[in-house]
């Protein structure tokens, strides 16, 4: 029998030592690990402890981040639209005070002084109310729009102008929504209801720089691109115009396509394609898209060998860019003449000689130096001309050609309802018989009866009937807004307008306020463009009261009046968005509070288990060490080895 000899082995010193060096330095460092824990209150301390658990932290403090930035915004815009709110009340009530003051004005037993002693009383609510319009809140002007460094109401010898601005600031509330934290200063205190509204529509040629996204479409949906199918008859190309910017580039891509002799041109307001061949022109839109019917050209069947294509209009947009070559679908404008511009005790004759586009004829217009304000009109396809001065009355004249009435600005001229005339008064006529009596130079005189005129231009035409085309000749001035009356009769006498029957007609057109010059009379202009709004009323309450005009104070509380309700509107308004910008608040509150609780799930101590587990450690690393002081005891035999 043999006997195997035992293999006896021996751990090194070294060996023992380094493994319970490591077990003990792993222990220590967990153990370091939860004390930390325990200290900050937070799992995770660095990154590395719990990467997924990490990421998805960041990406939630990231998120609470923003919400806070959110909800400092919606706390900034209570507190500004609340300080709007507390400004628009001390606002109504100034106005309720003015109608008071008009109410115990009117009526037979208010004497002339008392009604001048209650003028002093409107004057200062009237210089309240500027105060008031020039509010700051924190270093702003609350109506000031994006013009909130300086006062957005200026007193003027005519009145109050506005020179803030209409575009209020916004902010941010979500990733996805944009809404003020500002009140219009124009919307609250009517700074901007007194304009010359272009009555022309000037809407312009097409031209090969117009921007495809200044069209309003043959549709009136304006120019969805895509993808259009040419044809001619026998062949069919896809005409990709999804890259098109403006009609030049249209043109360019169907021209490209070379499909038989067809090309396309600009003709106009609209596009046309036509053929030197034999081509059966179509155009068709493709996958559902509305190009070729949005660009005027949709021909889904041909109309014949040889035959046209004429497209529909497509409505250009007039912007700043539009040459004014091509306004009136081409026509141009008078650029010789200019025009007059009379906003209160200042004038001046706007020249256009060196514009060549719409915004060369706004500039000139904005710095004519008479406080008005020219812009294009909402719809595109007109010029308004603004009055921001409440107090003065506006108007706009020829310079002795057609300009104003080839931009539709003119603010009184034969197209003038009669309605409108003498600030909505109008013309009150007979009830019976001629309105007045025109006397000609050589003593012979004829009646004019109005009966059924609408328009200023009935009115001339009624009087030259009259007249018989003897003698006398109406027309309309091209240098000063009124009706002439020209005498031709060669007689020694002095032209004249005699009213008849009761009626005002005469005066109500303006026709009594002038004599005879040169054998001409040239009425009055009765159409100027008033200022409404607080201020203006206001003024004309105060005027009303030191003339002791009753009918005055009454039409100046029936405008407080519309203030008023106006002023209710925007405020109602105001506290809405404070209503939603609470609302909103308090969504963000409890999403704070959803995402907080899961990033303190991730990332905060388990108290509890962290303790628990800090005992664990203890007694580990005291058992580590008992062991060790007991394996590594040296005895003989390490070093008899």
Do not use: C, W
């Not at 319009?133 to 109401?153: H, I, R, S, V």
């Not at 070729?292 to 889904?300: C, E, H």
């Not at 031709?488 to 009761?502: H, Q």
């Amino acid at each position: 029998m043999n006997i195997q000899p035992l293999q006896l082995a021996r751990i090194s010193n070294l060996l023992s030592s380094s493994i319970t060096q490591t077990q003990l330095t792993a222990t220590q460092q967990q153990l370091l690990d939860v004390q930390n824990q325990l200290s900050s209150g937070k799992r995770i301390s660095q990154p590395s402890q719990d990467p997924g658990a990490a990421s998805v932290a960041i990406q939630l403090q990231k998120t609470l981040d923003t919400r806070q930035a959110y909800m400092g915004n919606l706390s900034q815009a209570q507190s500004q639209l609340g300080q709007v709110d507390t400004t628009l009340s001390a606002v109504t009530q100034l106005v309720q005070q003015a109608q008071s003051v008009a109410s115990a004005n009117v009526g037979s037993t208010v004497t002339a002084a008392q009604r001048q002693a209650a003028s002093a009383i409107v004057d200062s609510i009237y210089s309240q109310a500027v105060s008031l319009a020039n509010t700051q809140f924190e270093g702003a002007y609350l109506f000031g729009g994006d013009k909130a460094n300086a006062p957005p109401f200026v007193s003027t010898a005519g009145g109050v102008q506005f020179v803030g601005s209409t575009t209020v600031l916004q902010n941010t509330y979500d990733a996805r929504t944009n809404l003020p934290f500002m009140v219009s200063g124009a919307d609250v205190f009517g700074a901007l209801s007194s304009r010359v509204q272009g009555t022309a529509d000037i809407t312009p040629n097409l031209t090969a720089q117009t921007r495809l996204t200044d069209l309003r479409g043959a549709t009136a949906m304006g120019v969805h691109l895509g993808t259009v199918l040419l044809g001619n008859g026998t062949t069919t190309k896809l005409v990709d115009l999804s890259h098109a910017d403006n009609a030049g580039d249209v043109v360019s891509a169907i021209n490209a396509a070379g499909l038989g002799n067809i090309t396309a041109a600009i003709t106009g307001q609209g596009l046309t394609l036509s053929t030197t061949g034999t081509d059966n022109i179509t155009v068709q839109d493709v996958g559902g898209g509305t190009t070729a019917a949005d660009l005027g050209i949709l021909r889904a069947t041909g109309a014949g060998a040889g035959t046209s294509l004429a497209g529909a209009n497509v409505k250009p947009n007039l912007t700043v860019l539009t040459p004014l070559s091509a306004l009136n679908a081409g026509a141009g404008i008078d650029l010789t003449h200019g025009l007059k511009i009379t906003n209160g005790a200042s004038s001046a004759t706007v020249a256009f000689s060196g514009a060549t586009t719409v915004g060369d004829l706004l500039n000139t217009i904005n710095g004519s130096g008479v406080a008005v304000k020219a812009q294009i009109n909402p719809a595109g396809t007109g010029i308004d001309i603004l009055n921001p001065t409440q107090g003065t009355p506006l108007t706009v004249s020829e310079n002795g050609g057609t300009t104003a009435a080839d931009l539709g600005v003119q603010s009184y001229g034969p197209a003038s309802p009669l309605t409108e005339l003498n600030s909505g008064n109008g013309v009150h006529l007979a009830t019976g018989g001629p309105d007045f009596t025109v006397t000609r130079s050589d003593g012979t005189s004829f009646p004019v009866t109005l009966v059924g005129s609408v328009t200023v231009q009935d009115v001339i035409n009624k009087i030259n009937t009259a007249s018989g085309g003897v003698g006398v000749t109406a027309g309309f001035s091209n240098s000063t807004n009124g009706i002439t009356l020209t005498d031709t009769a060669g007689g020694a006498g002095t032209l004249t307008i005699a009213p008849g029957n009761f009626s005002t007609a005469a005066a109500d057109l303006g026709l009594t306020a002038s004599t005879a010059s040169g054998g001409t009379i040239t009425g009055a202009d009765v159409n100027p463009v008033t200022a409404s709004g607080i201020f203006a009323n206001l003024g004309k309450l105060r005027t009303a009261l030191n003339t002791n005009d009753q009918a005055g104070i009454t039409a100046a509380a029936q405008g407080l009046q519309a203030d008023y309700d106006r002023v209710v509107r925007v405020r109602g308004q105001a506290g809405a968005r404070v209503q939603e910008m609470q609302s909103r608040q308090s969504q963000l509150q409890d999403q704070n509070l959803a995402t907080q609780t899961l990033l303190s799930q991730m990332t905060d101590t388990d108290f509890a288990a962290t303790i628990a587990k800090f005992q664990t450690l203890q007694t580990s690393l005291q058992a580590t060490l008992v062991t060790s002081a007991k394996v590594l005891q040296e005895s003989l035999l390490n070093f008899l080895g």
